[in-house]
C-alpha cells in the first residue's frame, strides 16, 4: 500500500470508482461541474475546493450543476434516491443546512419508517465542515451532533484518506440516507490509500493508537490533535489509547466501554460547541455503562460555546488543540 | 586495533522508521556468540529479537528498555573484552556525532514493490538482492518466496533481506492476496501454481528455489510436480499438503471475520507469543479484507482447497520423490497445521521441528528458519 494521496483525492477517487461500477451513481451540487455548465466553463470548478473535479467529463450526464438553492436540489436528491437513484448531493458548507434541513431530518430520514419499511433513501449528503480556514462563524461550524441526534440518518466523520475512500463507497452502496463530513482542513492530508475499490464499514471504531493509562476519543480533524498529543505524552511517560468512532451514527459503543474499561480515564476531543455535543454524549454513554471503571471525572476537549471567530488569532484559539488535549490527559491522569 | 561493532535499530519492511526496545536479552559484559539474540525490539508492526553478527563482549547497552529509536539508531556496541573504554566511549560519540536518521522520504525506502501483468491478470512482487549476471561474479539461484493463506509478501519480512544477501530473492503476492489481482479462477492448487510458472516467465527465471509457507508449500509442491525442471529445491515451512489435517475453525472463521474483534483472536492463533499480534497487524489485515473481491476470493480457495477442515490435496509423494533437495520447517506448537505431518518424510527430505514456535515461524523465529535455509542452500 504505498500509494499516498490526499483526502481530497481519496473522496475523488471514491466517487470515481462508485460512478464506474453503478450507473445510478448521480452528482449533484453547486458548481459540480462548474460555471453552471455554461459552454467553455464546464468542470472549471469540481465544487467550491476541485473536490469533484474530472467526473463531468468522464461521467456525461451524471454531474449537475443545480441553482443556488438548497432547498430544492437537496429535496430533489432525496427524490430521486427514492426512485432508484444513488445521488450524492453536495452541500459546500455544512453552515448551509439551514434551508433544507426539513428534506433532510424531516422527510429522508423518515421514510423508512413511516412507510412500514418499504422505502428506502439512499442518498448521501455530502459537506465540508470545520474551523480553520479563516470563512468566520457561517462557514465553519461543526454540526455532527446535530444529525447524530436524528433516527434515521447515518454520519459519517473521516479522519485521514483511507477511511475517507472507504467510507465514502460504503455511504454511497448504503440504503439509508447518510451525511458524509469533510473536515476542510484535512483535504491535503496525505495517506496511504489502496487503489483498489473497498469499503469501511459504519459503526466501527477505529483503535488508531493503544495505550493503557488514558482513553481519548476524538471525531474527524481532533483525532490528528489527539495522536499529536499523544505521540508527546509518550515521551512523558503517558501511554494513550487515540479511539476514532469514524462514524458519529451509528456509534461503535462497544470498543470506547472496553478502552475505559481498561484505562479508567477518558478525555473526548469534539470540535463541536460543548453543550448537547459528541464529547457530552460520549461522556454520557461512559457515565452510565462504565461507572465502575472511571478513576477520573471525564474531560471534555471542545470549542468554546461561541461563534467560530473571524479573528485569525481567536480562531486560533477556538479550536481544540494538541496542547489543549495534552493538558487535559495530564489532569485525568494526576488526579486522585 | 580490535574491532567495535555497533548494534542499530533494524529496519523491518518499508515503512519501519523507529522502533521501540522491548528488553536486553543480554546484559552488560555477556560474552556472545555469532547469530544469539542480544536485544529485543518491537515496530508498530511486529516485535522481533536482534541477532549478533560478530561474536563479542557486549560493552554498552546505549538505550534503554522503552526507549523508542529511528531506524539506524544506536542500540549498544559489542567489542572484544581487551579493547579500552575510553576508545569505546569514542566510539559512541563519533557515532552520535555523525547519525542522522532517514527523513522517511521516500527515496530513503530502498526498494519498492513493482506489479507484474501475467495472463492477464496483475501480480505484486517484490525483488531484494542482485543475480548473477549482474553482479558479475558467482551467487546463488534465484529464490522465490510464496506466502499462505490470506497472506501477502510482508510475510517474508525478516527472512527476504536475509536471503537475498548472495542471490536475487522475489516474494510474490499470489492472486487474491496483498495487492495482486483478485481473481483466483477456480481457486485450485494448480491456477495458483500456474500464477508462479507463469510469473517466472514474466520476469525471466528459468528455474528457482521455492519457499513456500502453509499454502504457499502445496503451491510450491504443485509447481515441483506440474514443472519439475523450474525448482532446484522446495523449503516447505509449516506447509499445507503434506497431511489432511487443517484448523477448519480458523479457516472459516478468518474469511468470515468482518472487524477487529473477530480478527484478533484468530490470529493470535498464528503465533506462539499473541503479543505479536499488534494493533498494526489487525489493522493491515482488516485493510486486506475490505478490498473488493478479497471476500469472495477467500472463499474460494477455502472452499477449493480446505473444505470442512481438510486438506482436499495431499502431495506428500511429490515431496518424496521429487529427486531434488526439500527441507521440511515446522513449529512444534502450530495450531493450524499440525506439525504431526513432518512426520514420516524420509531422507533425503530434511525435517527441522522447531519447539515451542507455531505456523508463522518464519516470522516468529525468523532467525533460526534463516540459518536453516540458508544452510540447507549451501
Known sequence: MARKITYQQAINEALDQEMARDASVIIMGEDNAGGAGAPGEEDAWGGVLGVTKGLFHKYPGRVLDTPISESGYVGAAVGAACNGLRPVAELMFVDFIGVCFDQIYNQAAKFRYMFGGKAQTPV???????????????????????????????????????????????????????????????????????????????????????????????????????????????????????????????????????????????????????????????????????????????????????????????EDLYVPSPAAVEAAVIRVKEYR | MSAIHTLTMPKWGLSMQEGKVNGWLKKLGDTIAVGEEIVEVESEKIAGA???????????????????????????????????????????????????????DEEDAGPSPEKIEVGGKKLRYLKLGVGGSERGREVGEPMILIHGFGGDLNNWLFNHAALAVDREVYALDLPGHGESSKDVGEGSLGALAAAVTGFMDAVGIESAHLVGHS????????????????????????????????????????????????????????????????????????????????????????????????????????????????????????????????????????????????????????????????????
Open chain 1, 124 to 314: 448521501v449528503i455530502r459537506a465540508m465542515y470545520g474551523a480553520g480556514f479563516r470563512a468566520a462563524a457561517q462557514h465553519s461550524q461543526c454540526l455532527y451532533n446535530m444529525f447524530t441526534h436524528i433516527p434515521g440518518l447515518k454520519v459519517v466523520v473521516p479522519s485521514n484518506p483511507y477511511d475517507a475512500k472507504g467510507l465514502l463507497i460504503q455511504s454511497i452502496r448504503d440504503n439509508d440516507p447518510v451525511i458524509f463530513l469533510e473536515h476542510k482542513v484535512l483535504y491535503t492530508m496525505e495517506g496511504d490509500v489502496p487503489e483498489e475499490s473497498y469499503t469501511v464499514p459504519f459503526g466501527e471504531a477505529n483503535v488508531v493508537r493503544e495505550g493503557d493509562d488514558v482513553t481519548i476519543v476524538a471525531f474527524g480533524r481532533m483525532v490528528n490533535q489527539a495522536l499529536l498529543a499523544a505521540a508527546a505524552l509518550q515521551k512523558q511517560g503517558i501511554h494513550c489509547e487515540v479511539i476514532d468512532p469514524r462514524t458519529t451514527s451509528p456509534l461503535d459503543e462497544d470498543t470506547i466501554l472496553e478502552s475505559v474499561e481498561k484505562t479508567g480515564r477518558l478525555v473526548v476531543v469534539d470540535e463541536s460547541t460543548p453543550r448537547c455535543s459528541m464529547a457530552s454524549d460520549i461522556a454520557g454513554l461512559v457515565a452510565q455503562k462504565a461507572f465502575g471503571a472511571l478513576k477520573a471525572p471525564i474531560e471534555p476537549v471542545t470549542a468554546p460555546h461561541v461563534p467560530v471567530p473571524f479573528s485569525d488569532a481567536l
Open chain 2, 50 to 104: 536482534v541477532e549478533a553478527s560478530v561474536a563479542g563482549v557486549l560493552r554498552r547497552q546505549s538505550a534503554g528498555e522503552g526507549d523508542v529509536l529511528p531506524v539506524g539508531g544506536l542500540l549498544g556496541i559489542v567489542a572484544d573484552a581487551d579493547v579500552a573504554d575510553a576508545e569505546i566511549d569514542a566510539a559512541v560519540a563519533d557515532f552520535m556525532a555523525n547519525f542522522t536518521p532517514a527523513t522517511g
Open chain 2, 215 to 378: 499454502m504457499g508449500g502445496a503451491v510450491s509442491l504443485t509447481v515441483a510436480a506440474a514443472a519439475p525442471e523450474r525448482v532446484r529445491s522446495l523449503t516447505l515451512i509449516a506447509s499445507a499438503g503434506l497431511g489432511e489435517d487443517i484448523n477448519g475453525a480458523y479457516i472459516d472463521g478468518f474469511v468470515a471475520a468482518g472487524d477487529r474483534r473477530a480478527l484478533k483472536p484468530l490470529l493470535t492463533e498464528l503465533f506462539a507469543d499473541p503479543a505479536l499480534v499488534t494493533r498494526q497487524l489487525v489493522d493491515d489485515m482488516l485493510k486486506y479484507k475490505r478490498l473488493e473481491g478479497v471476500g469472495d476470493a477467500l472463499r474460494t480457495l477455502a472452499g477449493s482447497l480446505f473444505e470442512n477442515g481438510r486438506q482436499a490435496t495431499v502431495l506428500r509423494e511429490t515431496a518424496a520423490r521429487f529427486g531434488k533437495p526439500v527441507l521440511v520447517i515446522w513449529g512444534a506448537d502450530d495450531r493450524i497445521i499440525p506439525a504431526a505431518h513432518a512426520q514420516g518424510l524420509t531422507a533425503p527430505v530434511l525435517v527441522e521441528v522447531l519447539p515451542k514456535q507455531g505456523h508463522m515461524l518464519q516470522m516468529e523465529a525468523a532467525n533460526e528458519v534463516n540459518r536453516l535455509i540458508g544452510r540447507f542452500l549451501g
